[in-house]
């Protein structure tokens, strides 16, 4: 059997998930944790902090530190609820939009060169299988938390 982990390190590597900048945006740097918060701000309604921060499967306080360094940035604005001044409502800026829609570019130009390099039907058997994978992985009872 092949070296699945191997095989998962590559891709991994290739898709620049270890750089310690995923991109540039406007002349701005921007982490890959920060790409993954500006596009779930981006694609939810008026998240909170809690929600984003459930759905990267981030630990609240690390979260909450990565969305300050956005606010300084002047990509994201942190607004308390109204009725419940504990919650925080997270949106994009103006900035923080265009920062959003430029990575969306970025990508989407990368993975279709990427995926440029297969035929058709290569390319639906790809995608098939990375939302099976996707599928798979939610249902694992270790997938998405610290081994140890």
């Known amino acids: 059997m092949e070296n699945l982990r191997e095989i998962f390190q590559i ?21 890959l944790v920060q ?4 596009y779930e701000i981006d694609r939810k309604h008026n ?11 981030i630990d609240v306080t690390t979260f909450s530190r990565q969305v300050q360094s956005l606010v300084k940035m002047g990509l994201v604005k942190k ?17 923080g939009k265009y920062i959003a829609t430029v990575i969306d570019g970025q990508m989407n130009v990368y993975l279709k060169e990427v995926f440029s390099h297969m035929s058709e039907f290569e ?5 098939n299988s990375i939302k099976l994978l996707n599928e798979s992985m939610a249902k694992s009872s270790v997938c998405c938390t610290p081994l140890g």
């Open 47 to 57: 998240p909170s902090i809690q929600q984003v921060a459930d759905s990267l499967a």
């Open 79 to 95: 607004t308390p609820l109204p009725e419940d001044r504990r919650i925080h409502i997270l949106n994009l800026t103006t900035e």
């Open 123 to 127: 390319q639906e058997m790809v995608i």
């Open 35 to 38: 790409s993954h918060i500006i």
């Open 11 to 31: 891709m991994t590597r290739r898709f620049g998930l270890l750089d310690k900048n995923c991109c540039t945006a406007g002349g701005v740097d921007i982490s």
